[in-house]
């Protein structure tokens, strides 16, 4: 079926069915950050093959709504598709509510007019926000699958790979010390149900992985937990009689994945917790057609916060894990460095290289993302990913930022370092400037030190306050909540600009990325993870409980990008101690040579 | 009438209604910093004449909620009254809704609860939440105003002192300008009628001014903006025939202040905008008695935010303020070190002096608080305010942290001050460690720029990083808002830890005053205004908007106090720079003795 074919297929369902409009989302039944193909609705029905974008139907009209990453790829996939680009970056695009609510107001007819949704493919909050917008101006949004009918040939499976059960030896907390502490945040919310869909949350609440989607392992199911009872919604051919008799002896029952819309009409409780955010509008739609059915739609749930705050074995799993991790780094950078352009590379080569060393490392099992490697110009572009056939040979002098990570079975990596590459005396004099504004953030950040409750938008402009005085900013987040052998990123705290009322939990693990990008020249990012823990007391303590980031990640900066006297002696001392602990904590993992190397990357400034 | 033969009057009154409680809230209806006497009907009813408390009566109770500023005062002042203190600062302490839900839940009975309170004293926010609140137990909040009733006996009026109109040339913008702007506010949000109680909103916005309370310059009235009609609703005795004319000139037609209850229910408009913090539910009640009204209840109102701009002629009046102000301030400090202790002083006598400082100033109508004046211990007492028979007598060494502030006719001001009184060699080095924690984290959060959009709990942090680094906070906002020849604070912007989501907005005014508070021993605040105004481009600036801070305030700190092995140069440079500019900007407006005191108080450190 060509797209031509697809459109005309959907506008006759349309038309059988009224509707006026239907969307078609880049997303999927989970919330997911990484798509199985299944779920490729919105690539399906436009020939768009971008990770972000919703295409609008109508009877004579096909919009693909996508942001300025997606332009060029947008432009050319749509040829000959008939559909507009939508290019919702541009400040003068409408949003795909107020266009619709311009394009189709019946406020003056008697007639109301109808747009289609797969409500599975919305969150519960997602699609009240877009009922209300649409309600503005008269407008219904209907609840209907439409694809489903027509994408009949070809259509890719909902993944099929088996699970596995993961040891409590790596995740530190038993499901049935899980399910028992999360009744009892059910109970304190006066429900006795919770439905998750999140793929992430499953995995933490079961202690199951997969290898459903990309550099996420978590496995496609739903999961109901009731006071007596969990169950797990899940294809029967993923789940092995060994992994089934481990889970039904932690309390966990099993049923068909589609079995959780037969499910909830019949769930017996008296009020169900459900996350806005992350729990779909069809779950609530099932468990909602029976009368007077109570539910708690809140976010982020119980599930969300404890599943952010990492125990000690997490914790421990990933400072192992880091060491690997900064063995790869280690010994990537040293290849780049001494031997790499002996022959030709180009920023796919080099991400190639890196993943290769990641992979000798013990319990490495993926990329936590995929590597963005952007040489020069490239690393200006925030979401910079290098394709083989169009990617920058890596040339004579220049800037590499590599923003990189590894799923280890006890914890997931990511990090940034911007490296210089060829001749330093070739250094310009504002890269350094640049370099340095963004480590200076990015150490008074580490060095946070705050009382119990303070929230990430409360730190971040430690991060942003060199660069800010300048008049330098950068369009990402400053931090972000990263899983354990999960997610690279999760909530609910995170360091950022936006009013986010969730606080840093004891526990909790972010990124602190700082970054400054010169459109045309190149970008710069640093990046470690931290880890919160409780702050010792001082002489001067009044009483209450403080927290601060104990660094985690293992790799040194490019020092010769350092313009030394832009820092404070209390900043040279902190580079100089973090140097001091990478080289004494990887040393004795490498061979000798490597050994070498690195000392002379941790050498004092 | 004594407070057992009110009590009575009032349970009498209760049974006639059928309610089961009664609360009487220590505010008025006008949402208002400072209270006139007219309004006091929880001292009236408890006896308790603290600020801050709140009465509950039942049929065989009488409570009062305080917090632990009130504490001693309270249990004085209720002696023999029948009422139970309850100290709302205790964590066991109950809320006044969670003890009667305990005490009173109905959830079981047949019959409802009635519990009542008198409307007015309620903002719509406030009256709502408590609303929901007591429903979870079943009971029913009743408004009925049972005091004024009773309280028929040396009932103190409504103030009834004369408005004065206050000249553009003050205000920098007239009264016409001013509603065509906030009209243009209201259809922004579809409203055609705004009702203002806020007597700061009032003021500001029809260019009127007044004596009913202390320290506020405002005057007793309701207002109702609608598209074509703007009338001041204010008792006809307070308008003089020519602000009367005044203000007709200017669109403004007057009504009697009690006739804004007869006048709501016959407004026409389509949608009326009130502000749910600022506006009581008796005149909300009024309007929506009426079916089919339609209110937009915000916070805050469009008015809220014009007022926190301040223009031009605004800032300069408040720059030609702040000189005369440091000319009473360091008149007083001069006399303080050098004269005053040759007769005994105490906190009170201090705060007189400086008082009469600042009234030899042109343009000074009133301090803009009760000025506090903590000498060693009570320094550590946030609120304290020095009574003549209990107050600190200034004998030997210590340390006198002084809060005060002027109103001006061209501006506000309020300041902190913490100096060394006696022997400076006998100064404590975990004082000065101390004083300077608080005065690093002062000049951070003064040196602040920032883009657009940047909200004030993302600056916070600047103020508390090097106490927290070491443990240590205070229990106060770092900033108010501070309004232009009106109340001392204002919103709806401020500099606090609290996820407030308002942005600081060009001309927005505030307060920089960190503080450490050692219990027992001393307090430490250091207080300087500043504005908010854009900053310059730089050579790096990518292309934002970005915001810093003009300081304000014009007064030399106690540099005897600073440990000056703590600071950076940038920061030994700021403090060298502005005494130099507070030096520069006062020395022509003093004596020469003066200027030669201030000259060995701003020497270069």
Redesign the interface.
Known sequence: MTVLERLAALRALMQQYELTAYIVPGTDPHASEYMAPHWMEMSWISGFLGESGTAVITMDKALLWTDSRYYLQAEAELQGSTFELMRESDVDCPSITEWLNSQLSTLNSPLSIQIGVNPEMYSINGYRDMRDELAESGIQLVSKDLIQPIWTENRPPIPMNPLYTYSDQFAGASVPSKLARLREALREKRCDALVVAELDEIGWLLNIRGTDVDYTPCVVAYCVVEMQRCTLFINPHKVSATDADILHNQGVELQPYEAIYTYLPTLQAQKVLMDGNRVNEALYEAYMQVPDRKVLVVTPSPLQVMMSVKNEVQLDGLRAAMRRDAVALTRFFRWLETEALQSPQTEVTLANQLHAYRAMGQSFTDESFGTIAGWNANGAIVHYAAKPDSCAPIEGNGVLLLDSGGQYLDGTTDITRTVWVGDPSAIPAQLK??FTLVLKGHIALA?????K???G??????A??FM??????YGHGTGHGVGHFMGCHEGPANIR?D?N?NPIRLGNVFSDEPGIYRAGKYGIRIENLVATRQ?A??????G?T?FEFETLTLCFYDTRLIDRKML?ADEVAWINTYHAWVEKEITPLLATSEAAYLHTKCLPI
């Not at 060095?447 to 009382?451: L, S």
């Not at 938008?457 to 430690?462: A, E, F, K, P, R």
């Not at 800010?468 to 900013?473: L, P, Q, S």
């Open positions: 400037h640049d060095k946070a030190r705050f009382p409750g303070t929230r938008n409360q730190l971040d402009v430690l942003h306050q800010w005085a300048e008049g330098i900013t600009t009013n009322p702050a007391a001082t002489a001067h303590t009044t209450e403080y404070t």
